[in-house]
């Protein structure tokens, strides 16, 4: 007679007799379990795991109702191994290009925090937060990596070049850049620059009534005070992308140039969907849920409760038409990324957002306890102490002369690599060249 036990997914036949055990996959009655429990409880939709949920959904849905359509589901949360997608080793090497006002300072957070923990050679400027100042590869100014050591990660402030990134990188490099709705990055710029950063043309803006937001009187009178095609209120994604200035009234040139980014950007990520775009991120990196957390960090001013009216958001867009040309570009192709994605990525969402506001709740109460998070099916147990969430709030510039520092206490006992010269930085120039 034999005893049956179920292990996981395994079925072990104890023989008393022979005394041996035979171990047996039971692939076909977990798959009819797995049928039968979706069958109870999505009422027969969708009876194949690995299916996209949009074959069940119109010939056309929108981002929206595909969302909504997921989240009416009920997600399967028992106890299982963690997930690995593609038996992947995770990517150490990515290229980040630092948007202005697009969630740049939390994604630096994010990437500081993974190169740190994992002792990587991060492209630090010479000077401030900035790698370069004009589009010219002869502008950038860069620390040398230590001896025997060469660039793991790019994530500071730059204008892009593309062949800068990939002399600065190795091949296997992952690069990713993010891009935010135009009207809500303009208020948000026009608050820092003018404010904080106190840009002059922007301080020289002035009202009557003080009650008046100037930011109307600058919609009043477009191009007053923004004489520039581009500028940080004016089409500044498109020149942090680094888009020629000789070709803004080019057309032709544009559309070619957004069909080079898109070719060269693995992952482009929307402000507007940040946390999709996190665990997007992750899977495409193969990197730990504890390496995404976050709590948000605002660069500067963060007086942005100004309402625009209809009227100043359509003139707005005409001003800074390129701007939302590029951005509708990647949005576009974002929600056909994500419509995409088969229903464990939603409940891995589901998990993280569920997760984030747990850290944040723990992290703002200041109690400085250890935060212990289970083992789940997104990722295995780990704890948050009090370091990890100082570390989530630290600012761009504290971070920039920690990793500055760190990296040049290894410079004086090794020496720098003296085979890494700025010379050579994209001494072909730029692939966006026509």
Same mark, same amino acid.
């Given at each position: ?38 069958? %109870? ?19 056309? +849905?929108?981002?929206?109702?595909? @969302?909504?359509?997921?989240?009416? @589901? ?8 963690? #997930?690995? $997608?593609?038996? #992947? ?22 990437? !500081?925090? $993974? ?26 100014? /860069?620390?040398? +990596? ?8 790019? $994530? ?10 990939? *002399? ?11 891009? #935010? ?5 303009? /208020? ?18 002035? %009202? ?47 559309? #070619? ?71 509708? $570009? ?13 229903? %464990? ?24 306890? /250890? ?55 994209? *001494?072909?120039? !730029?692939?966006?060249?026509?």
């Amino acid at each position: 007679m034999a005893t049956y036990t179920t292990v996981n997914t395994s079925l072990v036949v104890v023989w008393k007799k022979k005394k041996w055990v035979v171990f047996g996959c039971l692939n076909l009655m977990v798959l009819a379990i797995i049928v039968s429990k979706q069958q %109870t409880m999505y009422g027969g939709v969708n009876k194949l795991w690995k299916k996209p949920f949009i074959d069940q959904l119109d010939k056309n +849905p929108t981002l929206e109702q595909h @969302l909504k359509y997921l989240q009416n @589901l009920s997600l399967l949360d028992g106890p299982g191994d963690v #997930r690995i $997608f593609g038996n #992947r080793k995770e990517i150490h090497h990515v290229g980040y290009l630092k948007v202005h006002k697009t969630a740049s300072t939390t994604m630096f957070n994010i990437f !500081s925090r $993974f190169a740190q923990s994992r002792n990587l050679t991060v492209a630090l400027p010479l000077r401030t937060n900035y790698l370069s100042s004009s589009l010219s590869p002869h502008s950038w100014q /860069i620390q040398p +990596p230590p001896f025997n050591k060469t660039f793991d990660m790019v $994530f500071h402030h730059c204008f892009f070049n593309d062949m800068v990134f990939k *002399s600065l990188l190795p091949e296997s490099t992952v690069f990713i850049a993010s891009v #935010r709705d135009p009207v809500s990055r303009f /208020i948000s710029a026009f608050n820092y620059f003018r404010n904080v950063y106190k840009t002059s043309y922007l301080k020289r803006i002035k %009202t009557d009534d003080r009650r008046v937001h100037p930011i109307h009187e600058y919609l009043r009178h477009l191009g007053l005070y923004d004489t520039r095609m581009t500028s940080p209120t004016r089409n500044a994604m498109v020149r942090d992308f680094g888009f020629p200035r000789k070709y803004l009234q080019n057309q032709t040139m544009f559309e #070619r140039f957004l069909s080079k980014l898109d070719n060269f950007f693995d992952l482009v990520l929307v402000v507007e969907y940040f946390n999709e775009s996190l665990v997007l991120m992750k899977r495409l990196l193969n990197w730990h849920i504890k390496d995404i957390l976050y709590t948000p960090l605002v660069s500067g001013d963060s007086r942005n409760n100004v309402k625009l009216t209809e009227d100043e958001i359509k003139k707005y867009k005409q001003f800074s038409n390129l701007d939302v040309t590029l951005y509708e $570009f990647f949005l576009k192709k974002f929600k056909q990324t994500l419509l995409k994605q088969d229903e %464990t990525f939603f409940q891995e969402l589901n998990y993280f957002k569920k997760l984030l506001d747990d850290v944040k709740s723990h992290c703002n109460s200041g109690t400085g306890e /250890i935060f212990h998070v289970q083992k789940s099916k997104w990722n295995q147990e780990f704890i948050l102490n009090l370091s990890d969430c100082k570390q989530m709030k630290t600012g761009e510039l504290e971070l920039t002369k920690i990793m500055k520092s760190n990296q040049q206490k290894l410079i004086s006992v090794a020496g720098p690599n003296k085979q890494f010269s700025l010379n050579n930085l994209g *001494s072909s120039g !730029s692939a966006f060249k026509p």
